[in-house]
């Protein structure tokens, strides 16, 4: 039987959702989005564009496609209820309800989440309405925080003191806000990384390690971005952490399903691997941006069996990934993500990326061309056996787009870079 799958979203790691959907012949893909995303428009049967924060939109488009199954991208989506309204109408969605989509959508939550139900890894933290409270707590902690405010802000509200920004300037960033309420907490000390999971009726299948890349410049300066590109290794962890690591996240991963209840799609796990062990610094309610293109062109089992043994109540398959690396570099406007300068024609297409594979972004296909968005452009991702390989790719595709109008991190999976980050785990850990 042919499913009818209808994605939400229109940007890069959307496209990789839809390569995965598309890839067998028992799906009939559908697309919306804000964007008309070329990538997934061509592999899709027809595409809309609408706003994905609409449910009605997305339900009524859904029923006219005659969807069967959908899956979510965007947390924005899933926070305006679209899961909800799609399971509503009838259409099972690989995604959270909005309830359980605070996970990621309310940082308070989250942390008290994690705290009544023992969930292993939280950082110490308060939550705050007022400000000038915030600021006291501030002035009286002894210790770096990081200042995060409860709702979304696409992966740029955050500010780490002692490492992004001075105690006086958290402060001051706080008294400007119009934020409803902040959660400070301790600051992690260590090296990140992303375990993301596919979650439903209860059972767990967790994915190889991905590190994600936030800040905007190379060397890891510059303000926080969505994420700038990201890395996976041929093995489930990555090289700066052993395997007891790895099984510590999933423990957590696996902790914080079984007490969400009920929990459907992806449970996206952002950890910080410290001295003491791995801490959460987040969950998301969905895959990762830029981490879905490290893990789904590795992914063996078929995506569309994972949907539909979901939706059909019994149990997820179990995973299978390919041995090999990953290293994913992302092109964005010049000038992001303070001041993006959109309207660069976009020079790359999948012919031209080589050996790499191309998924598109915030890009708007006109009659003309590809133009770029104020967001993030598109993102190369190499497939090889090492790091040092796949990366030699994406930057071989990132060399034929060129960089007019376009800015990347070359540093990302080079060797130097990946170093860096064993020298600083093993500093940490004192070996
Ligand atoms: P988030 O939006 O929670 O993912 O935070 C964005 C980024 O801020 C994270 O990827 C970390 O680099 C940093 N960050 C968040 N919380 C902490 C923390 N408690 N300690 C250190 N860095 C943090
Ligand atoms: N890569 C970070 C995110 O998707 O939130």
């Not at 060397?219 to 090289?239: H, Q, R």
């Not at 992001?336 to 660069?344: F, I, K, S, W």
């Not at 598109?378 to 790719?393: H, S």
Request: charged letters at 30%.
């Amino acid at each position: 039987m042919t499913e009818t799958v209808l994605l939400v979203g229109g940007g890069g790691r959307e496209h990789a959702i839809a390569r995965a959907v598309a890839g067998t012949e028992d799906a009939t893909l559908y697309a919306c989005a804000g964007n008309r995303n070329p990538g997934i428009a061509e592999l899709a049967a027809g595409f809309e564009t609408l706003e994905t924060t609409n449910p009605t939109a997305v339900t009524a488009y859904a029923g006219e496609v005659g969807a069967d199954l959908a899956a979510v991208g965007p947390e924005a989506a899933l926070e305006a209820g679209v899961a909800d309204a799609l399971d509503d109408a009838g259409v099972y969605t690989f995604g959270p309800r909005e309830e359980q989509a605070r996970i990621e959508t309310d940082k308070g939550f989250q942390r008290r989440f994690m705290q009544e139900h023992d969930v292993p890894g939280c950082p110490d933290f308060e939550e705050f309405r007022d400000m000038e409270a915030a600021c006291e707590y501030i002035d009286s902690y002894d210790g770096d925080l990081a200042v995060k405010p409860a709702g979304l802000t696409g992966g740029k509200g955050v500010r780490v003191i002692g490492d992004q920004v001075t105690a006086e300037e958290a402060k001051e960033y706080l008294r400007e806000s119009d934020y409803d309420r902040v959660v400070l907490e301790e600051r992690l000390v260590g090296e990140e990384f992303t375990v993301q999971a596919f979650v439903a009726n209860g059972e767990v299948r967790v994915t190889p390690a991905v590190q994600d890349h936030k800040r905007a410049y190379e060397g890891d300066e510059g303000p926080n971005t969505g994420g700038m590109g990201s890395y996976s290794d041929a093995a489930l962890e990555l090289p700066f952490m052993d395997e007891d690591d790895y099984l510590e996240a999933v423990d957590v991963i696996q902790a914080t399903v079984d007490a969400l209840e009920g929990y459907k799609g992806v449970l996206y796990g952002q950890f910080m691997l410290t001295a003491e062990g791995v801490k959460v610094v987040e969950f998301n309610a969905r895959f990762g941006d830029p981490e879905a293109m490290n893990t789904l062109p590795v992914l063996e089992t078929d995506f569309l069996d994972v949907l539909v043994a979901a939706r059909e109540g019994g149990s997820l398959p179990q995973l299978s990934f390919a041995r090999q690396a990953t290293v994913c570099k992302y092109a964005v406007p010049d000038g992001y993500p303070t001041d993006p300068q959109a309207g660069a024609r976009v020079a790359i297409d999948e012919n031209s990326a080589g050996d790499a594979l191309l998924f598109y972004a915030s890009v708007d296909e006109r009659e003309d061309g590809i133009y770029t968005t104020t967001s993030r452009s598109f993102a190369v991702v190499g497939v090889a056996d090492t790091i040092t390989e796949a990366e030699e790719q994406a930057e071989a595709a990132l060399a034929a787009a060129g960089e007019e109008g376009l800015r990347m991190r070359h540093d990302i999976g080079k060797p130097d870079l990946v170093q860096r980050r064993i020298d600083h785990m093993r500093e940490l850990r004192g070996d």
